[in-house]
Every structure is written in C-alpha cells, then in structure tokens.
C-alpha cells in the first residue's frame, strides 16, 4: 500500500531531481482535454537513466504515482492527484531484443 504524498516524499525527490521537482502544479496543461487539477508534485524526467532512477526511488519510499506521457486520452480529476506525476520527456528510448533478461 503506497502512502499519501508527503512534504519528506518531495524533500527525497527533490534531493536528487532538484527543480525537475516542481509542486503544487495544475495537471490541465499537460493533457489533450485541458482539465484537471493540481497534483502534489510533477517531476519531469528526460531520458531513460532519469525515468529509472526516479521510479526506484518512487518504489523504495512507496510514494503513489502516476505516469505521464504525451497526456492523450487521459482525464485527471479537478481535485488532481495526490502523489507524484511523472512527466516521461524521454525521447528516442530504443530497446533492442538483446537488452532482455
């Protein structure tokens, strides 16, 4: 069970993000429809190493979540979300049929 997103949950991402880490931050300007409301925290990662090391903290410090790509196709509530958006800026991510376990 993943905890409600608290002040120490930021301070964490934070730590390693820096101002990547932004709080309080309507969700409407990053979906296709233009609604919704704040989440606690959006953290905007840029390439692959960001998006791992972020979920592994996110999993370690059980910090609820959501992942956020392009924003098609997706409604978020005007109450927002409670917890961490990821925003995946990733681009040009490959994954080739050796880099499987």
Do not use: C
């Not at 409407?28 to 429809?33: D, N, W």
């Not at 910090?63 to 997706?74: A, K």
């Amino acid at each position: 069970m993943f905890m409600t997103m608290t002040q120490s949950a930021i301070d964490v991402l934070r730590q390693k993000f820096g101002d990547a880490v932004q709080e309080n931050i309507l969700l409407a300007p990053y979906t296709s429809a233009r609604i919704g409301g704040p989440a606690d925290a959006l953290l905007t990662v840029k390439s692959a190493d960001e998006l791992a090391e972020a979920m592994q903290l996110i999993w370690e410090h059980e910090i609820p979540f959501y992942m956020l790509g392009g924003g098609s196709n997706v409604l978020v509530s005007d109450e927002g979300f409670r917890g961490v958006v990821v925003l995946n800026r990733a681009k040009e991510v490959r994954f080739e049929a050796g880099d499987q376990p």
